[in-house]
């Protein structure tokens, strides 16, 4: 469970709190108290109004609609939706607007995230009323005991066990949820107000925790010449983590408070007797009590391998002042209510880096911080929703069926436990199978990083195993309670990592999570190992990993149940060619030689998951689409792809533009349907409320992956039910834009042009006119004033175009570095088709939303972000330009993002060389010759009109709406206009004199363009009609191209 609000901000908002306001409400809710015994036998419906009325009016404040006096009421029975029919078992008003919702369940609806026997659980369904209530943000569930509250994300919440509740309780259940907090939005200024604590505490910490191990690191290396250097980094590591423990435990109640302190004060007592006894052999006195136990210190056995013997570390030789001061500085943060193990896991997470630095200077290495362990090795830190979404949705769904398998899905209190019923004897009997089949679970996180997705597992099978205990002691079990937490980090959890440091980090947030007072650290060197998980042969690197060799007992029972992760993005290009060639050697079915790393993941994992068993990862959803994805497509189609949650260009990931998607598979052969939904907004991602669709996996072609309706695919086999590709009716294809290599160079405008000709008449031949992806539309094109100078391959310039020579021995530095030049450092790179670049063509823009087709009959030279046709025609430019070409290109083509909603589309050269063309005799291109003029020419006149009206404003710039001033009425131009010019009229005469001034001619020319615009759209259709009829589309299917 994840806390909505920070502890130490929570109780600054509690102490400002009317203590005898919260003094009177807690009379009334001891008699709230009083019944818990007969709520506990009441159904839903039999209380739901008196619990409104014994918690939300008698306690919080809130005044009902059934006994407001004068029509003014705070919380309403049964409130409709504002958008559908549904309605919410209660609501909270402010100001007459639905601020929170409420859901009750009655004290049988034991987890408020279980479904039961109803289509949702009580939190879906709670989500699922906010939705429809504009201004509500709060949510409030209960089953009359149990009462969360979220604000706006199922994610996390603030939980109240009401029948527990004590007086400090309430104070926390008042502050949050009366009326005069809610009235005055408090909940979410104590949330802004966490948020805000978390980041500066985290930064801070950040800042002292690497300082400390700085100046550490920097004080072992003096002191101790003679050792290895990078042994001395990593023994520098070991020692801070420790030290990172015993802060962790003397604000936890793991070790006596204030140890830092007392480690401090025994040194400087012992010195007295021992002048040779260092803090650090203080320090050393305590890692052995900590690893041992010791009485006398008050100190209980945490023997996990952290405190073990480590002979290296404990001959080294370090200052008193660097463990004095800096430890002091750490020990000043309250690790028990401030820094929480998720802190400490991002903390870890960026420091990874660091130590990579570090390791690279002392190897004298050059080291890319843009290739740092985070980039280089593909680690990104994985949010909390994500890694709760796939565990939930692999070892869930496990726990889930396994549950119904045994028909311990729900569990009944027992009438007799000394006589339980045959049934009753076998529930019994099944909740302790399953209690076994829980700790024989094997789950594996391959690239486990610092432990993002095994704390997640750790934590639903803590949440899972207390669930069960509360089932067995409903059954009469005396002994229903047992230790969970060393059971499962020595059953459950395994994983593997490529980055040492990592598997450091790992195992000690798994051991800050589970420690316990008097109980020893569980031993996990054998469960997160240090290796690479894809190679299994030494001769190819030493870090080889051989999993049947490392984890004999899981292979011994058919492999994980549960493999889950974040696996590394490393672009192929940053794997050497050696390991490139092992993976296409053990991996066959997903390996290509230009497949990134996270690809082979996929495969390694699918062999490792026993049968049945689930595998839920994150990565880049490129797969679905690139090349390198086919054999990958091809490959994961044969099992159970149960879920494809696609996040397209949303930032999840705050260091990478990812573009990540879950992926849930079960190794199961042969299901048809996946459930697959397109993400559309970070607010969606985070409100862990995904409702997808079905789709059937025999519509998903190798090639590509698009995810469609029947009536979508029919529409896309139309198109594509064509033998002529685009090559072969151009007879050339699609070709790239000139890439120059260093654009501030070879890009000039009108007037560095005017200058290169005024010295060099000569010159003007090799410079030639250009368009960018802004200068051109479908049917007009605005030369923008910008040239390319244009050198060719191998021309020697500096005798014959001294104008060209002159002005780029400025940049001759900067020429000489690019990779791709040609013969001389002034010259453009080897390029075969300068010749067609200036015959007709199509042009556009690669990457769009609107892609427009134009066709050009001037020769324009065409920069990098734009791609060119040749040999094209009208009738082609008529297709490209089409509704149906604008529909089929977002299925047919990679999109960034939701290409329905905005996501950009790059009709890539390769793929549009295969586009699929219907072929026509000439005669009936007559048609689309005569309309492609046609919107030439209004196009023309348009842009014109407009060009003309623009230029009588006399603004350098135009906003938005004046440039499209034919949309505006006279007065909103006026009204614009005056705004533009920060003009303010003297009088009303001069306001009336200036509005007669323009009026003439602002409608003149708003009728012209209006005109031309009617046109356009008009021809535009027929345009339309012709391709819907061309390509064989029924009504429907017009229907639903026009529709997008």
Partial sequence: MQQLFGQKVLNEFIEKQDEKLIENRWQKFKTFLAKKEKIASWIETDYQDGFLEDIFENCLGYISKTRSSDEHYTLEREKKNETNAQKADGALLVDDKVVAVIELKDLKTKDLEKKYNREESAVRQAFGYLQHNNHAKYVIISNFNELRFYFDKATAYERFFLFDLDYEGFKKLHTILSYESISKNIPHAIKEKSLNFEQDISNKLYKDYTAFRSHLFENILNNNPHADKLELLNATQKLIDRI??????????????????????????????????????????????????????????????????????????????????????????????????????????????????????????????????????GVFYTPAYITEYIVQNTLGKLCEAKRQELNIAEV???????????????????????????????????????????????????????????????????????????????????????????????????????????????????????????????????????????????????????????????????????????????????????????????????????????????????????????????????????????????????????????????????????AYLMVKSLEEAQAFDYKTSLYKKSDLSDEIWKFTNPLVSSILNKFKNVNTTLHEYTNGGVYYGIKTGLNEAFIIDKTKYSEIVTQDKASEKLLKKMVEGDDFGKWYLNHSGRYMVATGYDLEIENDYKGIYNYLEQYRDKLIKRQDKGKNYWNLRACDYYDKLEQSKLIYYHTALNHGFYFDTEGYYISANCYFIANADKYLQCVLNSKLFHFVKKYLFPSFGDSEKGGRVRLDANKMNTLPIQKIAESEKDFYIQKADEMFLLNKQFQETKQNFHNELGLEKLTKKLQNFEELTFEEFITEYTKALKLKFADKLAERNFKQEWQALFENDKTLACGYKA??????????????????LSDDEIKIVESR
């Avoid at 793991?254 to 140890?259: F, G, H, S």
């Avoid at 042969?537 to 029972?557: I, L, M, R, Y």
């Avoid at 046109?1015 to 064989?1032: P, R, S």
């Fill in 412 to 674: 009944e209190v027992i009438i007799n436990p000394k006589k339980p019923t045959k049934k009753e004897q076998e529930t019994k009997e099944n909740l302790l199978a399953y209690k076994a089949w829980l700790f024989d679970l094997k789950i594996l996180d391959p690239a486990c990083g610092s432990g993002a997705f095994l704390n997640q597992a750790l934590e639903y099978l803590l949440k899972e195993h207390k669930r069960l205990q509360n089932d067995l002691a409903l059954m009469g079990d005396l002994f229903a309670s047992y230790e969970v937490e060393k059971e499962v980090l020595e059953h459950n959890l395994y994983g593997v990592d490529i980055n040492e440091g990592a598997v450091e980090i790992a195992r000690l947030s798994l051991w800050l999570r589970t420690a316990k007072r008097g109980r020893p650290l569980t031993k996990l060197a054998n469960k997160i190992k240090v290796g690479n998980s894809l190679i299994d042969d030494k001769t190819v690197v030493t870090n080889a990993f051989d999993w049947h060799a490392e984890f004999p007992e899981v292979f011994a029972q058919g492999g994980f149940d549960v493999v889950i992760g974040n696996p590394p993005y490393v672009r192929q290009e940053m794997i050497d060619s050696d390991i490139k060639e092992k993976y296409m050697l053990m991996y066959p079915h997903v390996a290509t030689s230009t497949a990134d790393l996270y690809v082979y993941f996929y495969e390694h994992s699918m062999k490792c998951l026993s049968e049945k068993g689930l595998l839920g990862f994150i990565t880049p959803n490129k797969w679905m689409e690139r090349k390198y994805g086919m054999k990958l497509r091809s490959y994961l189609k044969e099992f159970n792809i149960q879920k494809i949650i696609n996040y397209g260009e949303l930032n999840i990931f705050e260091d990478a533009s990812t573009e990540p998607a879950i992926v849930i598979i079960k190794n199961q052969k042969n299901f048809s349907d996946i």
């Fill in 244 to 377: 990172v423990f015993i802060l962790f435990g003397e604000d936890t109640d793991l070790l006596p408070k204030n140890t830092i302190g007392t480690i401090i004060q025994r040194q400087k007592e012992v010195k007295k007797l021992v002048k040779t006894f260092t803090l650090y052999d203080s320090y050393k006195v305590y890692f052995k009590a900590i690893n041992a136990g010791d009485e006398d210190l008050d100190i209980t056995m945490y023997n996990g391998g952290l405190f073990a013997h480590d002979a290296f570390l404990d001959a080294l030789v370090i200052d008193d002042e660097v463990l004095d001061a800096r430890a002091k500085i750490l020990s000043a943060y309250n690790f028990g209510s401030d820094i929480s193990v998720n802190i400490l896991g991002h903390i870890f997470e960026n420091s990874i880096s660091e130590l990579e630095e570090i390791s690279a200077q002392l190897l004298e290495n050059d080291f890319d911080k843009k290739q740092s362990k985070r980039k280089k090795d």
């Fill in 1015 to 1032: 046109e356009i759209e008009k021809t535009d259709k027929e345009i339309d009609k012709m391709v819907y009829e061309l390509y064989g």
